[in-house]
């Protein structure tokens, strides 16, 4: 059984900073590729960054110069760093990891999603 949990989101001013974390827990044999997800009310679900296990990024073309996404693999948490940000980055923000358990080949998991609001 495996859990995503996120933290971190909250109510921001424009132009303000947050820092999300989302741990990995339970029977765990390895974790590959860890991402952040955001849906905007009315909108898809759609991919912010992504990191690998050795930590090769991708990011969003219009978030990459705002945007920063790291892991700890000794934690198995995933973090995204969120500067100057814009009422245009309210969403939840989802958590999904690519994990192998015992036995088991690779699946993929979310967690539950965090609340990011942009407001003055």
């Known amino acids: 059984q495996v859990q995503l949990v996120e933290s971190g989101g909250g109510l921001v001013q424009p132009g303000g900073s947050l820092r999300l974390s989302c741990a990995a827990s339970?029977?765990?044999?390895?974790?590959?590729?860890m991402a952040w997800y955001r849906q905007a009310p009315g909108q898809a679900r759609a991919l912010v960054a992504d990191?690998?296990?050795?930590?090769?990024?991708n990011y969003a073309d219009s978030l990459k110069d705002r945007f920063t996404i790291s892991r700890d693999n000794a934690k198995n948490m995933v973090y995204l760093e969120m500067n100057s940000l814009k009422p245009e980055d309210t969403a939840v923000y989802y958590c999904?990891?690519?994990?192998?358990?015992?036995?088991?080949?690779?699946?993929?998991?979310w967690g539950q999603g965090t609340q990011v609001t942009v407001s003055p």
């Open positions: 999904g990891a690519v994990i192998i358990g015992p036995g088991t080949g690779p699946e993929a998991y």
């Open positions: 339970g029977t765990i044999t390895s974790v590959y590729t």
């Open positions: 990191i690998t296990k050795i930590g090769a990024t």
